[in-house]
């Protein structure tokens, strides 16, 4: 038994030597023509991929997709890489663009080669853009948009900044960063810290085993009520001081921190409690089951 478990090393350590095969890779490279009378509606389908999107004054829409591949046998890099298909469809101010991947073989040490395939997308749009995107395994980040957001992806992270519309972002395994926005927003993550900063006017926040950080600005209003929740997980909240709302607070096994002149209504606990803030308004509602919850003020 001793000795297989030798041997089983011994191949590893010499598969893991074997170099790789050199990088091979390609691009995709688009300018699309768009009619400037009217926002842009950009849907991105990808799997195992990152996209950054950014804005410019021009009426146009620039794509850069960069394909590469890490594959020990240089004939099936070359292969993998031509199977990568990057596929656009462009239909006047609509357009969709989706990478698919080839069928890749599953790893046995010593058996099979290992599969490595790259891919980084890089879009330019005009500020009035509305964009869907979906990855499975990769992350998003983004800034300058007039426009509404969907964003989900199963593993990877978020990290928005200098948006006006409404965002919705949803990320299984990753942090969610949202900065400087203006408009309504929901996040949602099961197991990473969400950080929001800006002028909201619907906030849902909502994760599962991570701390949860909002930064309310000033101008901010209240057009639903808010919820806010962590299962597992710290919640600080900052307000402005004149900002109106009532509140409900509760934390199964924290304790709660309010350093903003709340008006009580009712006090059941250290972890419960009814209040009002001014003269009060919708109904914000703080959740953590296991985690502290904190309210200070906002002087932004």
């Known amino acids: 038994m001793k000795n297989i478990s030798r041997i089983a090393c011994v191949c590893f350590f010499i598969w893991a030597a074997l170099p790789l095969a050199g990088q091979e890779g390609e691009s995709f490279d688009r300018i699309i023509e768009i009619d400037d009378g009217k926002p842009v509606q950009f849907n991105f389908i990808d799997v195992d991929g990152n996209l950054t999107f950014s804005t410019w004054d021009r009426d146009q829409v620039e794509i850069h997709v960069r394909k590469e591949t890490r594959v020990r046998d240089p004939k099936r890099a070359s292969r993998l890489l031509k199977e990568i298909r990057t596929v656009l469809d462009h239909r006047g101010n609509s357009i969709r663009l989706e990478i698919r991947y080839p069928h890749i073989r599953g790893f046995i040490i010593g058996i099979h080669d290992t599969d490595r395939i790259d891919i980084t997308t890089e879009i330019r749009v005009p500020a009035r853009t509305h964009i869907t995107c979906r990855t499975e395994d990769g992350s998003i980040r983004g800034s300058g948009v007039h426009g509404d957001l969907k964003i989900e992806t199963e593993d990877g992270s978020i990290r928005v900044s200098d948006i006006t519309g409404d965002i919705s972002a949803v990320s299984e395994d990753g942090r969610i960063i949202l900065e400087n926005i203006t408009g309504g ?60 709302a009532d509140f409900y607070i509760i934390t199964e096994d924290g304790d709660i921190d309010s350093r903003l002149p709340i008006t009580l209504h009712d006090l059941a606990s250290r972890s419960k409690l009814k209040g009002r803030l001014n003269q009060g308004g919708k109904m914000l509602t703080l959740k953590t089951e296991d985690g502290d919850i904190t309210l200070r003020e906002n002087r932004k």
């Open 185 to 244: 927003v929901t996040a949602e993550s099961e197991d990473g810290d969400i950080l929001f900063s800006g002028k909201a006017t619907r906030l849902r926040l909502e994760n599962q085993d991570g701390d949860i950080d909002a930064a309310v600005l000033s101008g901010s209003r209240m057009e639903t009520d808010w919820w806010i929740e962590s299962e597992d997980g710290d919640i600080d909240l900052r307000l402005p001081l004149d900002f109106p």
